[in-house]
């Protein structure tokens, strides 16, 4: 069960509490994603396989077997029909949902395809590969429609924003850049005075900020346009893995990361404070996951682990409110 | 619309990006936010590109209609497209479903259907040889415009049939809201009509009563072109208010007036008032498809000497020509400013469609904010103590950013270059083609290609200039342009100069081997794939 430390005297009113836990995989998780109307979960391992759960009773739903290696992404589109997964074996697989056939192998990449996300209009898929490159794929066609020379070391992390006008990329070279979608020019190389292995990236909800996370365990939120950051977010642990990050604005709004201490970090937004740490993976908790309209958290964690867990939030009536005050 | 946008030097394009080929387009769209494209074709189906992804979207092919498409409208929230075509048919499809809703057929030929900016079902068509017609779609009524005041003899127009009989050829174009329609007619006058009461409200006319062949709106209605025989395109200011102009108009109309011409002229001279007038003065050279950009600021106009295609485009407040665009030798049918970038799409006689956009400079500062770009060499003196060891920090840390300000990540800023977003269709719903069932082994080792260059094949998009952004890896036979480098002010203002002296500017015109790629050596089997099965409907 997980317990719910205080730190610095601020908790949330309700904190999360485990709620479940997806056994099935047989090597460690890479990623853990909801699709957008939030009756799926979609999960990606180093067995070659990904799976699709369903949200509300964690029941496994399809397994897509077919890469030849371990899978270290994976993205629903947005009508949740088609998910993609980025392999080690160098080609992303779009794949039907509802019945676990590869529809489509992107070719390519000529290393490790590290990182993969949809447009939120579903026509363009965008990857990122330990071969330096972001490639731009057309998902009617499977046609590559843009290579962009992005980084000088591999490529962590490539999302769209809300519109699906930018692309931003992280990699381990230390940079973050910002993309035009529709002609490929860097528009922006967001660049601190030290630069850390950069192991994240993502758009904030509404596209203007970026959450960046670096190997020296911090989490930075840039405001791209200025090249500043904003906020800093530590306390947890993070120097070896890729470890994703979420917002989480469902109900107030905080900041979800794994960490490498085995827990899962809630922050709150502005303040920066650590407002509960959830136990109970025992390995590394490598990805984390937001649901759309609930207060859910879905984390995945290595090889020691091998799970996935939900955490949800009970929302109390006063009246239990006031009795366990009153107990206190 | 993008925070960290430089602005442009020119918004304006440049060079041929690329070009779409799916049988013989005729006539093309872009719906409201220039995220699709439609095409009519010769054969009478319409094409919708995925602009984004250059690939076709959807497919309307009606079986009874064969005949050439000769116009494409898009309704304003993207839901339903309007097609005219050469066996006299209108029609109106509804996009997602690909289904047609309503198929009327005319009395004659329709050149041009434009649906009602905020009504559904109300048309407006601009047949082959006879007054433009308002068309009501459920109940199948037409309208027909007046062209010319009741007094007045019909007016004798220079172009006549080959037996002898007169055609009055007229334009014709809705305004913003869709309550007046303005018609420009054989004798040089623009008629302001309340097509509700089908009553004439005010005329301009245009001096030496040429034909007005095009009359077109801005996006944001508040500019009106016409162009004439007389070879000029002149631009007109509206000086209406937007909504309910029309009724501001009757109450300029004095009940007791004695001349009724004289009456509408003056109420003509308060609707449009001529802000400048565009021609090329040597070649003197007739236009076609004249339209403006999507934010007013330019103006676009398509030469119509054939075995030409030449784009001219001018500043609309300064008045001066800024870029003939130049494409291949093949005279051009159509042309559409995008509604929202600096590109352009002109369709020629041959049935392709080229997209011209601006000519990539890279932007160095982008890779490295510490980068500067110079355009001459620079001497650099150095400080005194530049290469001085300074034992403590060099850098001074900038005042530290104050963490404790509140971050706002959920609000979303309204795009202002729209005004709202109704249940408004941008995309079309993209199903992967299945891949056919080949076992995953062929797929590795194959040779990466980074250019997407395909062979012949329906409705791919084919990339005229090699891909300036391939990365590592070098397919060959791909020409690679060298990165250019964005040219410094001064050095554009002296191009700029030298450009208008000249008044001619060519822009990089097709290679010729490009069309279907350069000496590619290996092909991405997954092109191959794609094209086996065909697209969705």
């Known amino acids: 069960m997980a317990s719910s430390e205080a730190l610095d005297n601020t908790t949330i009113p309700q904190p999360y509490k485990l709620k479940q836990t997806l056994t099935g995989h047989k090597r460690s998780i890479s990623s853990v994603k909801f699709s957008d109307d939030g009756l799926l979960i979609a999960t990606s391992s180093a067995d070659k396989t990904a799976r699709t759960w369903s949200t509300s009773d964690g029941s496994f739903l399809q397994e897509f077997s077919g890469h030849d290696q371990g899978i270290s992404d994976l993205a629903f589109s947005s009508d949740a029909r088609y998910l993609a997964t980025a392999s080690d074996d160098k080609t992303v697989r779009i794949w039907d949902v509802s019945t676990g056939v590869t529809v489509k192998t992107l070719t390519g990449h000529t290393n490790y395809v590290f990182c993969v996300n949809y447009n939120p209009q579903s ?119 890729c470890i994703s990050s979420a917002f989480s604005i469902t109900n107030g709004k905080y900041i979800v990361s794994g960490s490498e201490d085995n827990c899962v970090y809630l922050w709150e937004l502005q303040t920066r404070k650590i407002v509960q740490k959830l136990e109970g993976h025992t390995d590394a908790v490598i990805a984390v996951a937001c649901h759309p309209t609930e207060n859910m958290i879905a984390s995945g964690a290595l090889e020691n682990d091998k799970t996935v867990k939900i955490w949800t939030q009970e929302v109390q009536k006063p009246e239990d409110r006031t009795d366990e005050m009153a107990k206190q | 619309m993008n925070p960290i946008i430089d602005p442009l030097q020119g918004d304006f394009p440049e060079v041929i990006e690329e070009f779409l080929e799916h049988g013989i387009m005729k006539c093309i769209s872009f719906n409201r936010r220039g995220t699709l494209l439609a095409a009519g074709c010769s054969d009478g189906s319409c094409v919708v590109w995925d602009f984004e992804t250059r690939g076709i979207a959807k497919e309307l092919r009606d079986k009874d209609c064969a005949a050439a498409i000769t116009s494409v409208c898009w309704s304003r929230n993207g839901h339903n497209i309007l097609i005219s075509a050469a066996d006299k048919s209108l029609t109106l499809w509804d996009v997602v479903k690909g289904e047609k809703i309503y198929r009327i057929t005319l009395q004659q030929t329709p050149l041009q259907a434009r649906l009602h900016p905020l ?25 027909t415009l007046p062209i010319s005041l009741s007094e007045k003899p019909a007016p004798t127009s220079k172009n006549k049939f080959s037996d002898g009989s007169a055609y009055t050829p007229t334009a014709a174009c809705f305004n913003k809201y869709g309550d007046l329609v303005y018609v420009g007619n054989s004798v040089g006058e623009i008629l302001i009509i309340d097509h509700k009461k089908n009553q004439v409200c005010g005329i301009v006319t245009i001096s030496g009563g040429a034909v007005i062949k095009n009359i077109v709106f801005s996006r944001d209605g508040q500019f009106l072109l016409t162009n004439s025989s007389d070879r000029t395109i002149r631009i007109y200011e509206n000086l209406l208010k937007q909504q309910d102009s029309h009724k501001l108009i009757l109450d300029e109309i004095l009940p007791n007036s004695e001349n009724e011409v004289e009456m509408l002229k003056g109420a003509g001279t308060n609707c449009l008032s001529l802000f400048r007038e565009f021609q090329d003065s040597i070649t003197k050279v ?72 601006k000519d990539y400079t890279e932007n160095w500062s982008a890779f490295a904010p510490d980068f ?26 900038e005042s530290e950013t104050n963490e404790e300000d509140e971050v706002d990540i959920t609000t979303v800023e309204k795009d202002s270059a729209f005004s709202d977003s109704e249940e408004e269709l941008c995309f079309l719903p993209a199903d992967p083609c299945p891949d056919p069932d080949v076992s995953g082994d062929k797929h590795t080792g194959r040779r990466d290609n980074s250019s997407p260059l395909s062979e012949d094949h329906n409705g791919y998009s084919n990339q005229v200039e090699g891909p300036e952004n391939s990365g590592g890896e070098d397919t060959g036979g791909v020409t690679h342009l060298k990165r250019r480098r964005k040219p410094s002010e001064k050095v554009l203002e002296q191009q700029q100069a030298q450009k208008v002296q000249k008044s001619k500017a060519s822009g990089k015109s097709l290679k010729p081997k490009s069309k279907f790629g350069n000496e590619q050596e290996e092909e991405n089997d997954m092109n191959h794939f794609g094209d086996e099965n065909g697209f969705d409907d």
């Open chain 2, 372 to 397: 500067k770009e110079l355009e001459e060499n620079e001497e650099y003196v150095e400080r005194e103590d530049e290469f001085d060891l300074m034992p403590e920090t060099e850098k001074v840390k």
């Open chain 1, 123 to 241: 026509n363009m898929i965008v990857s990122g590969s330990f071969d330096e490159t972001v490639r731009v794929w057309d998902v009617k066609s499977g046609k590559c429609l843009k290579v962009l020379p992005a980084h000088s070391d591999p490529v962590t992390a490539v999302n769209f924003n809300r519109d699906g006008t930018l692309i931003v990329s992280s990699s381990y070279d230390g940079l973050c850049r910002i993309w035009d979608a529709s002609t490929g020019h860097c528009m922006k190389t967001l660049i601190d005075d030290e630069n850390p292995p950069v192991s994240f990236v993502k758009f904030s909800p509404n596209g203007k900020f970026i959450l960046v996370g670096t190997l020296d365990s911090t989490l930075r939120l840039w405001n791209f346009s200025t090249g500043k950051f904003l906020k800093t977010y530590t306390g947890h642990s993070n120097s070896k893995y």
């Open chain 2, 119 to 143: 009504e559904s079902t109300l048309c407006l068509i601009c047949p082959f040889s006879s007054a433009p017609i308002t068309v009501d779609l459920r109940t199948e009524t037409t309208t």
């Open chain 2, 286 to 357: 007739h236009w076609k498809a004249p339209c403006f950009s999507g934010d007013g600021e330019w103006v676009v106009g398509g030469s119509a000497s054939k075995g030409e295609h030449k784009i001219y485009i001018w500043d609309r407040r300064a008045g001066n020509l800024v870029k003939i665009l130049e494409g291949p030798k093949e005279a051009l049918m159509d042309l559409v400013w995008h509604p929202v970038h600096p590109i352009v799409v002109s369709v020629s006689l041959t049935g392709l469609v080229y997209i011209w956009a």
